[in-house]
């Protein structure tokens, strides 16, 4: 047993926003709370867990569940999808995390704080070849991705206050997530099957990413010195195509395999006309400047230092993944 995983003995754990996504992470975990503005969808609860509703920006609420049950290692997953409005953001990953923060360093018995940021934070759609943490920096404005910038605001706090009151602190920098209870990237695959815009696809190569399918691996508690005020890149550890995970999907789920190739320059042209569309009507297409950039730009990071440091491990390898989406779609009657 390592350093870190035998500091998980005996500790009580709350998750902030372990209603959603990332609930799934702290499944059989021993001594589990989840507070939330809603509570799980029918059949997602976790076994044996409390489960807590409030907002977080309620610090005396928050705080209240926190020492009246002795939690000493917190979990902020809380995080608004892409593609929602600027002060959303603001308000949850940058005011919401100060609360949580703060909350965390008044009550007597929290002893851990791990936020769930982002490779987003460090993203200003540069091209990224196996980066690490320590070769890039966070964005500077919210121009290009306010979801991303917000994320670098919120984690910077986090990491500085590391060590203060007695809270350490840890980063946790996912990139794109797909799995189960996904509201965002597994619909819209299914989304593109169904309106028959899968075939589509920018320029005749396609780019390098990175995915993470999230299971419970790896401890994350920052207890140790030598992971406490550190920030990780975190995702499956072998950078694939960008069209792979999808493509793979659309095949399992029956698709007729077919490529209609857009020119880059052509796609460009669409996602600034999206773009002017939007501050005329207030209304937002699926294509972006950002989402264009995601498409056609190689965007993979180094997880080796969390693999070394917290002994992360992806369980679930790409294909995998795919092929889980592919059956919950067809139980759900997406596609035959």
């Given at each position: 047993m390592s350093e870190v995983e035998s500091e998980h003995a005996g500790r009580d754990y709350l998750v902030i926003g372990g209603a959603g996504f990332?609930?799934?992470?702290?499944?059989?975990?021993?001594?589990?709370?989840?507070?939330?503005?809603?509570?799980?969808?029918?059949?997602?609860?976790?076994?044996?867990?409390?489960?807590?509703?409030?907002?977080?920006?309620?610090?005396?609420?928050?705080?209240?569940?926190?020492?009246?049950?002795?939690?000493?290692?917190?979990?902020?997953?809380?995080?608004?999808?892409?593609?929602?409005?600027?002060?959303?953001?603001?308000?949850?990953?940058?005011?919401?995390t100060k609360s949580i923060l703060s909350a965390c360093r008044k009550a007597s018995t929290v002893t851990s704080l791990v936020f769930t940021s982002s490779t987003g934070c460090v993203w200003a759609g540069q091209t990224v070849s196996g980066a690490t943490e320590e070769e890039l920096t966070y964005l500077t404005d919210d121009k290009f991705d306010v979801y991303g910038y917000t994320k670098g605001r919120?984690?910077?706090?986090?990491?500085?206050?590391n060590g203060e009151d007695g809270v350490r602190t840890v980063a946790i920098r996912p990139c794109g997530?797909?799995?189960?209870?996904?509201?965002?990237?597994?619909?819209?695959?299914?989304?593109?099957?169904?309106?028959?815009?899968?075939?589509?696809?920018?320029?005749?190569?396609?780019?390098?990413?990175?995915m993470t399918y999230p299971t419970k691996s790896g401890?994350?508690?920052p207890t140790a010195t030598r992971i406490s005020g550190q920030a990780f890149f975190v995702n499956n550890g072998e950078p694939i195509r960008y069209r792979h995970y999808p493509v793979t999907t659309w095949n399992l789920?029956?698709?007729?395999?077919?490529?209609?190739?857009?020119?880059?320059?052509?796609?460009?042209?669409?996602?600034?006309?999206?773009?002017?569309?939007?501050?005329f009507t207030g209304?937002?297409?699926?294509?972006?400047?950002?989402?264009?950039?995601?498409?056609?730009?190689?965007?993979?990071?180094?997880?080796?230092?969390a693999k070394k440091v917290l002994g992360?491990?992806?369980?679930?390898?790409?294909?995998?993944?795919?092929?889980?989406?592919?059956?919950k779609q067809k139980r759900k009657g997406k596609r035959d």
């Open positions: 990332l609930a799934l992470l702290a499944r059989k975990e021993p001594h589990v709370a989840v507070y939330d503005l809603n509570n799980p969808p029918e059949g997602d609860a976790l076994e044996g867990a409390t489960y807590f509703l409030g907002d977080i920006l309620d610090e005396s609420n928050l705080l209240d569940v926190l020492n009246k049950h002795s939690i000493t290692t917190v979990f902020h997953v809380v995080s608004p999808i892409h593609g929602l409005g600027r002060e959303l953001y603001y308000r949850v990953n940058i005011e919401g919120a984690e910077e706090t986090v990491l500085k206050a997530m797909l799995g189960p209870r996904d509201n965002q990237g597994m619909w819209q695959i299914a989304a593109a099957l169904e309106s028959g815009q899968y075939v589509y696809k920018f320029g005749k190569e396609d780019v390098w990413s990175d401890p994350t508690r789920m029956g698709a007729e395999e077919k490529t209609v190739v857009i020119p880059l320059w052509v796609g460009w042209i669409m996602a600034k006309i999206s773009e002017l569309s939007f501050w209304k937002r297409g699926p294509l972006t400047m950002y989402s264009y950039t995601v498409m056609t730009t190689d965007q993979y990071y180094s997880s080796e230092k992360w491990e992806p369980r679930w390898w790409n294909d995998r993944g795919a092929e889980q989406h592919a059956q």
